[in-house]
C-alpha cells in the first residue's frame, strides 16, 4: 500500500463549483500533515496545515480524521486560479514530508 | 515573505559530470532539506541536514550525493557522477522549528537538471 495516496484525477469542474479531494495514509505514526499546491513545472507551495479539529482558510478547508487514516480539502467557490495538482503530504517522525502524487483539478469558465 | 532561493534553474550536464546545485535557505531557518522529482512522478526527500551534518538522506542519496552548508548563508547539493536517471527537478526546502508538529518546509523553486 502506498504510504500517501490520492485520486489522480483530473477533476474537472465549473467556477464556482465546490469540490472537495481525498486522501489516505498508511503510517498511523504520522504527525503532521499538510496541503501543498503544485503548479506545472513549479515547486510544491504550502496551502494549509491540517488538524484533527478541521480547520479553514477562506475558501479551504482542511479535515483529519485519524481513526480511518483520512485527509480531505474542500474547496468552496472555485476560481479558475485554483486550476493546480494538490499534493496530500505526511510528515513523518523523523520529519521529512512523503509526497502523494497529487490530484489535478481544472477549473474552466 | 522570505523565500528560499536557488540557483541556477536550470543545469544541462553531460553524464559522468559533476554538478552542484545552490540554495539560500530562508535566514532564521535552522533545518534544511533536498527533494527532487523526476518528470511525472511524485516529489521525493532526498537529505535533511540540521547543525552541519545530515540528519537523515533516503535510498536515493546514495555516495554520489553529498550536502554542505559553507558558508552561514549557502546549502549545496552535489552529485559527483552524474547519471542519466539523474534528471529531475531538485528543489530545496528549509523550516524554522524540528520537534513539534504542523511546522511546514518552505521551498525554493527548483533547479532542473538535465543530464545528456
Known amino acids: 500500500r502506498k504510504e500517501v495516496e490520492q485520486d489522480p484525477g483530473p477533476f474537472n469542474v465549473p467556477e464556482g463549483a465546490t469540490v472537495a479531494f481525498n486522501c489516505t495514509y498508511s503510517?498511523?505514526?504520522?504527525?503532521?500533515f499538510f496541503w501543498y499546491r503544485q503548479d506545472c513545472r513549479k515547486e510544491p507551495k504550502l496551502l494549509m496545515s491540517?488538524?484533527?479539529s478541521g480547520n479553514e482558510d477562506g475558501r479551504f478547508t482542511a479535515q483529519l480524521n485519524r481513526a480511518s487514516q483520512y485527509i480531505s480539502l474542500l474547496i468552496r467557490d472555485s476560481k479558475l486560479s485554483d486550476s493546480a495538482t494538490y499534493l496530500c503530504?505526511?510528515?513523518?517522525?523523523?520529519?521529512?514530508?512523503?509526497f502523494g502524487s497529487g490530484t489535478r483539478l481544472l477549473v474552466r469558465p | 515573505e522570505p523565500e528560499v532561493t536557488q540557483t541556477p534553474s536550470h543545469q544541462v550536464t553531460q553524464m559522468g559530470q559533476e554538478v552542484i546545485l545552490r540554495c539560500v535557505p530562508i535566514?532564521?531557518?535552522?533545518?534544511f532539506y533536498w527533494y527532487r522529482q523526476i518528470l511525472g512522478q511524485k516529489v521525493e526527500f532526498l537529505v535533511s541536514f540540521y547543525n552541519n551534518e545530515i540528519s537523515e538522506k533516503s535510498e536515493i542519496f546514495d555516495d554520489q550525493f553529498s550536502v554542505e552548508r559553507p558558508d552561514g548563508s549557502n546549502f549545496t547539493l552535489k552529485i559527483r557522477s552524474t547519471k542519466l536517471e539523474d534528471s529531475a527537478m531538485y528543489f530545496c526546502?528549509?523550516?524554522?522549528?524540528?520537534?513539534?508538529?504542523?511546522?511546514?518546509?518552505?521551498f525554493g523553486d527548483g533547479t532542473r537538471l538535465s543530464i545528456l
Open positions: 503530504v505526511r510528515m513523518d517522525s523523523s520529519y521529512k514530508l512523503i
Open positions: 535566514s532564521n531557518h535552522l533545518y
Open positions: 491540517v488538524y484533527s
Open positions: 503510517n498511523s505514526a504520522s504527525q503532521s
Open positions: 526546502a528549509s523550516s524554522e522549528v524540528w520537534g513539534f508538529s504542523n511546522q511546514p518546509q518552505h
